[in-house]
C-alpha cells in the first residue's frame, strides 16, 4: 500500500491525498529543491498555494485525471509593431544570471529567456533604441567566473566587433563579480571602436519590481551612444528614476542587494542615463568618444589573456607570514595586497615579501579602506615595503589591480608587466580625487 | 433621467425597480450564495518579515522614492491582465518610506527575513479555535499585486491551515483556509499617472480567514463577520481602529457569478454590499432577458466605431472641448440597434448599465468616461448634436441607442472595444469579475478575476515545517469561541448576561482579564466590568478624558478598593479625578480628595453628630427617623465609609440615644 502511494507522489502528477489528521486534498505534486526536507512533498492546491505535506501523514493517494490548465484571467498581449526607429545595432551578449526571464506559475521555476523576440516581447522599449540580436555565451553564477571565462567574453565581444563594426555590446552579468568583469575587458579590449556595456540586476526579474528592464533600457543606450568605453550601467539609485555608466575599473559593488549598489569609487560616472527619455548626460570630460579606428594600431589585436598565478590578499591584524611562503611555494607570479590605511601590513610579514619580490613576484599594494590612496612615504612601515620591493599602487581599486596584475602578467613579461601596473591605461587610477567623491552618510 | 425600467417595450412591468429589491428580495429564492474573506491585523511586535516594529506613524524623518513595476510573464507568454493595463497606464509610485516603521525590506532593496513566528502562532491558535487543520509544512507565496501597493509588484502570502467552521444559531459555516500574509502599503495621494504610498503598513502579519459560501443572506453575513471578528479579538493578540480589519467579499445568486468585491471596511456596509450586488446580479439576468426578448443576438453587437469629430467639433460642451483640443484628439461613436433604454437601465443606486461600460472603458483604455444615448442630451452636449450623431451613424432616435467616446484616438477606439465586449458579456449575464466597493455599499468594477496562476512560490523563504513546539505554543494562544466565553463570564464569574455579552470582543475586554488576573479575586469581576464598561464608558460619553487614564492607575485604584481604603462607591469619583491628573498616584488622589474611608470610630462620631443634630425629628418619630439619618449620613460622608458600616452603626448609636432620652 505505501509503495503505491510514493509512486503517485512523484513531480508532475495531480493527486487527491487523504490524510492522517483528516484533510482532503487535491493537488499537483511539485519538484522540491533538493535542500529542503526529505521526508515532505510538496502539493500546488487548486487555489494556488503551495504546502507540505509530511509523507507519514499520508492516508491515503489516488491519482487525478489531469485537466489542461486554464488561465483565467491572464492574457497574452499583442505583439507591438515590429518597426525599427533606430538603426544603431545593439548585440546581447549573456553570460548567466536571469536579467530576462519567465515564471513557470505551475512549479514556480524560473526560464531564462533565450530568444531575442521573447526579450523584445518583456521590453518592448528596446526596439525604439536599436536593432537588438543577442546570443548566449554561457550561463554561470557570476561567483563562478574566473580568468578563462574574462578570456572567452573579451574573445568574443572582439570578434563581433570585427564581424559588425559599430554595433553596441551589452553584456548581461550576474552581479557579485561584475565589476571584476568589466575592469577585465576594460584591459583586454583595449581602444573601442563601440560602446560596451556591462549590466546585470539585483532583484530577480521574475517580480514586477525587477530592476532588469529598466537597466536593460539605460544600457542600450549606452550601448548606442558615441562613448567608447567599457562602463557598468546599473541603477543610479534606489528609486528607478536614473541609471549610471560606471567606467569598467572604477566601479564597485557596494551593497548586498540595493538596486543602486554599483557605484564609481573616488571617483565620478562617466555618464547619467534616463531610461524613459532616453537622455544620456556625460558626467565626465574625459569620457572617450568613439573615433574611426577599428582597434588600436599601437597594440593591434587586443591582449586578452589572463593569469591565474595572480593572488588578491587582504591582510587583516594576526595574519601569519606563511600565507604569502604559501602562495610563493605554489609558483605564484603577482600578488595585490589589501592593506591597512596608507597601505601597510605589519611588520611580521616584511620578510615574506621580500623572499616574494627577491624571487620575481610582482607584489602591489592596494587600501582596504577602499576610498582613497595608498602612500607608502608616510609612515615607517611603509618605507620597509618599498624596500621590501612592493609597488604602491595609488588609488587603484584593489579588485581592479588584481585583474589588472592577472591581465599583465597574461600578456607581457616581468618588466613590462611591472611597467604596466603603473600606466594609467584603463582610466584605473583617478589621477585627482575630490572632495565629491566621498559618499555622504546621514547621521540625523 | 433615471430610466430604472423598460416603458415601451415591458408594459406589465415584468421588471423590477431598484428602489424596492433591497426590501423585497427573497434571499433563498435568488439562491444567494456568499463567501467572506476576513483579514485582520495582527499585533505582533515585529513585522512579519523584517525586524521593523509594527506600528502606523504619521511622523519623523521618511524617504522618498519613485519606482514604476512592470507585469512578468507566465512561460506561456501570458500577464496578469489588471497590471498589464496598469504598467500602460505609465504609472509612477511614490514611496514614502517612515524610518521609524519601515527599511530596506520594505524598500524591496533587501531580501525578506525569516517569517515572524509569533504571527504563524496567533494564526494557529485561531485555527484550533475553530476547528481548522494546520498543514505539515508552510510555503510562502508569491502573489502578484501590481498597483503599487508592494514595493515588490507581489504580496507575501501562506496557506497555515485548511477546513473548519463556526456555528451560529444552529447553523453551520465552512472555513476554507486560513493564511498569514503581509499587509500593503497605505496609500496616498493620486494624481495623474502617480501614486503615493506609505510604507508603514506593508508587511504588517495578517490574519485571513476565507469562509466557504455557506452564507445565504445579508444579516448573515454580518453576523459571521462579527463572530470571527469577535474570536480574533480574542486572541487579544489583534491590533484595532479603523483599517485594521478589512473584509472581502464574494457574492453569487442563481444563475449568476462569483463576483468579488473588495475593501470593505466597516461592519455596516457588509449588508448593503451584499444585497446591492445580489441585486446588480439580478438586474444584469434581468437584462439578458430583455435582449433577447427583444430579438437581439450577440453577434449584432459589432465593434463599428463612426468618427463623430466634425458634428462635436464646435460643441459647447466642457468636457467635449476639453478632450477634442487634445493631440490627436476625435469623437468616435458606435450606434446599438434597438438598444434604446438599456444603458441607462439602472443595476445599483445611481449606477445604470452605462456606468459599467464606462468603468470597463476607464480599465482597458485609460479615459476619463463614456456617453451614452440614454443620458444624452446631457453634459453640455446639445439635443440637435445628439440627433446629427444618430443621423450620421444612420439610427434611430426613438429605437436605437449609442455609445460615445472623445479622448486621444488610440485611447478613444481601445476603450470603445472594452465597451463592446461588455456589452456582448451582457449577453451572457453576468461576467465574473473582482470589483472595489464604494463608500454606499455599491460596487464599481476593478479588474477580471485573476486566475490561481497569479501565485508562484516566494524563492527566498525556505518552507516552515509546523513543529510540535509551535503547536503547543498555538494551543497557549488559543482563543475561547465567544459563546464559551460568555458562558465562562456568567458562570465562572458571575457576570450578568448584558454585561457578558458587552464585554466579549470589547476593546476593555483585554484590561479585564489582565485587572481581574491580577487582582486574583480581591474585588469582584462584575465591580471590575462595570467600571470599564459602564463607569468610564458614561464618563468619556460626558467628556471627560478617560483614554488619558493609564492601566495602572486602574489597577492600583483598585486594590485601594480591595483593601477597603476606598468605597466601591468612591471608585468612579477617584477615577473622574485621576483621569484629569494622568500622572498622580490613585492613593495621593484619594487622600487629597477626601476619598479614603474613615476608620469605625470617626464614622461613629459623625453619626452622633448628625443624631444629635436631629433630636427633634428622633424624638417624633423614633425608630422610623431611621432612614433619614441614613441619608444625612451618606451625604456627609461622600463616600467615605461603606453603607453597610454606616447602616450598622444607625442603628447602634440611634437605639442608645432613644434609650437614653426615654
Known sequence: ????????????????????????????????????????????????????????????????????????????????????????????????????????????????????????????????????????????????????????????????????????????????????????????????????????????????????????????????????????????????????????????????????????????????????????????????KCGNELLDKEIGKPNYKFSDKVSLLKFYPGMPPELIDFLVERGIKGIILEGTGLGHVSEQLIDSIKRATDSGIIVGMTTQCIFGSVNLNVYSTGRLLIKAGVIGLGNMLPETAYVKLSWALGNFGYEEAKRILLENIAGEYEERELPSYFPMWKHE | MKKESFPHTSPCGSMSEVSDVE?????????????????????????????????????????????????????????????????????????????????????????????????????????????????????????????????????????????????????????????????????????????????????????????????????????????????????????????????????????????????????????????????????????????????????????????VTLILKSSKSKVVERNLSKTKGKAYAILLRNFKDLLGFELQPNRRFGTELADYARFYGDVKGLFHGDELPGYGITEEEVRKIYDSLGGDIEKDNFILIIDEEEKALKSLKAAIERIKAAFDGVPKETRSILPDGTSKFMRPQPGAARMYPETDIPPIPISDEMLKRAFSLKPPTPGEKKRFYEEALGLNPSLAEQLIGSEQQEMFERLHSRLKGKVDPTTIASLLLVHMVSMKREGIPVDNLNEEQIYESLVLLSEGKITKEGLPELIKLLSERPNAKPIDIAKSSGLLTMGEKEVRDIVKKIISENAKVIEERGERSKSLLMGLIMKELRGKAPGSLVAKLVEEELKSFIQHRS
Open chain 1, 1 to 288: 500500500m505505501k509503495k503505491d502511494i510514493n509512486s503517485l507522489l512523484v513531480p508532475g502528477k495531480r493527486v487527491k491525498i487523504r490524510t492522517k489528521n483528516g484533510l482532503s486534498l487535491s493537488g499537483l505534486v511539485l519538484q522540491r529543491y533538493e535542500i529542503f526536507d526529505p521526508n515532505y512533498i510538496t502539493l500546488k492546491l487548486d487555489n494556488g498555494y503551495n504546502i507540505g505535506v509530511k509523507v507519514d501523514n499520508i492516508l491515503e493517494a489516488e491519482e487525478e485525471i489531469v485537466e489542461e490548465r486554464k488561465a483565467s484571467g491572464e492574457f497574452v498581449p499583442e505583439t507591438l509593431p515590429s518597426e525599427v526607429v533606430s538603426k544603431k545595432k545593439i548585440h546581447i551578449i549573456a553570460t548567466g544570471g536571469t536579467i530576462a526571464s519567465k515564471i513557470d506559475y505551475v512549479t514556480g521555476g524560473v526560464k531564462p529567456v533565450l530568444k531575442t523576440e521573447e526579450l523584445l516581447e518583456m521590453v518592448p522599449e528596446l526596439r525604439k533604441i536599436g536593432e537588438i540580436s543577442s546570443e548566449i555565451l554561457m550561463s554561470i553564477f557570476s561567483e563562478n567566473m574566473a580568468p578563462p571565462q574574462w578570456e572567452e567574453i573579451a574573445k568574443r565581444i572582439y570578434q563581433y566587433q570585427q564581424k559588425e563594426p559599430g554595433t553596441g555590446i551589452l553584456l548581461t552579468h550576474g552581479t557579485d563579480t561584475l565589476a571584476y568583469t568589466a575592469a577585465a575587458l576594460s584591459f583586454a579590449l583595449g581602444k573601442l571602436s563601440s560602446p560596451v556595456a556591462v549590466l546585470g540586476s539585483q532583484r530577480s526579474s521574475d517580480r514586477p519590481s525587477s530592476d532588469s528592464a529598466f537597466n536593460l533600457i539605460a544600457a542600450s543606450i549606452y550601448a548606442s551612444s558615441d562613448i567608447c568605453e567599457v562602463a557598468a550601467v546599473m541603477h543610479g539609485e534606489t528609486g528607478d528614476s536614473y541609471a549610471l555608466a560606471h567606467r569598467g575599473t572604477r566601479v564597485r559593488k557596494m551593497h548586498s542587494s540595493r538596486r543602486d549598489a554599483f557605484q564609481s569609487i573616488s571617483s565620478l560616472p562617466i555618464a547619467k542615463i534616463d531610461p524613459f527619455t532616453g537622455n544620456i548626460k556625460v558626467l565626465r570630460s574625459d569620457a572617450r
Open chain 2, 23 to 307: 426590501t423585497s428580495l427573497n434571499w433563498d429564492h435568488i439562491g444567494l450564495k456568499v463567501g467572506l474573506e476576513i483579514h485582520q491585523q495582527l499585533k505582533t511586535e515585529r513585522k512579519l518579515f523584517c525586524n521593523c516594529r509594527n506600528t502606523l506613524v504619521e511622523e519623523g524623518p521618511e524617504v522618498i522614492f519613485e519606482r514604476r513595476l512592470r507585469p512578468t510573464r507566465s512561460e506561456l507568454g501570458e500577464v496578469d491582465v489588471a497590471a498589464y493595463f496598469e504598467w500602460k497606464k505609465g504609472r509612477i509610485y511614490e514611496y514614502h518610506a517612515p524610518l521609524l516603521a519601515s527599511c530596506l525590506v520594505e524598500a524591496d532593496e533587501e531580501p525578506p527575513h525569516s517569517m515572524n513566528q509569533e504571527a504563524i502562532e496567533i494564526a494557529l491558535g485561531v485555527a484550533l479555535a475553530m476547528d481548522s487543520k494546520p498543514v505539515d509544512e508552510i510555503h510562502v507565496m508569491r502573489k502578484i499585486v501590481i498597483d503599487g501597493s508592494n514595493t515588490t509588484g507581489f504580496q507575501r502570502t501562506a496557506l497555515v491551515s485548511i477546513g473548519g467552521g463556526l456555528e451560529i444559531k444552529g447553523k453551520k459555516y465552512r472555513i476554507q483556509t486560513i493564511c498569514v500574509e503581509e499587509d500593503a502599503a497605505r496609500k496616498g495621494e493620486e494624481k495623474d499617472e502617480r501614486i503615493s504610498y506609505v510604507l508603514d503598513r506593508l508587511g504588517i502579519p495578517l490574519i485571513e480567514i476565507s469562509t466557504a459560501p455557506d452564507i445565504n443572506s445579508p444579516e448573515e453575513a454580518i453576523e459571521v463577520a462579527s463572530w470571527i471578528g469577535t474570536l480574533l479579538r480574542m486572541t487579544g493578540k489583534v491590533r484595532r481602529g479603523i483599517g485594521t480589519i478589512r473584509q472581502d467579499l464574494n457574492v453569487s445568486i442563481a444563475g449568476g457569478e462569483k463576483v468579488e468585491i473588495k475593501g470593505v471596511q466597516e461592519l455596516e456596509i457588509l449588508p448593503k454590499a451584499v444585497s446591492f450586488e445580489a441585486m446588480r446580479q439580478k438586474k444584469l439576468l434581468e437584462l439578458k432577458e430583455e435582449l433577447y426578448r427583444r430579438g437581439l443576438k450577440k453577434d449584432d453587437i459589432v465593434f463599428s466605431p463612426i468618427d
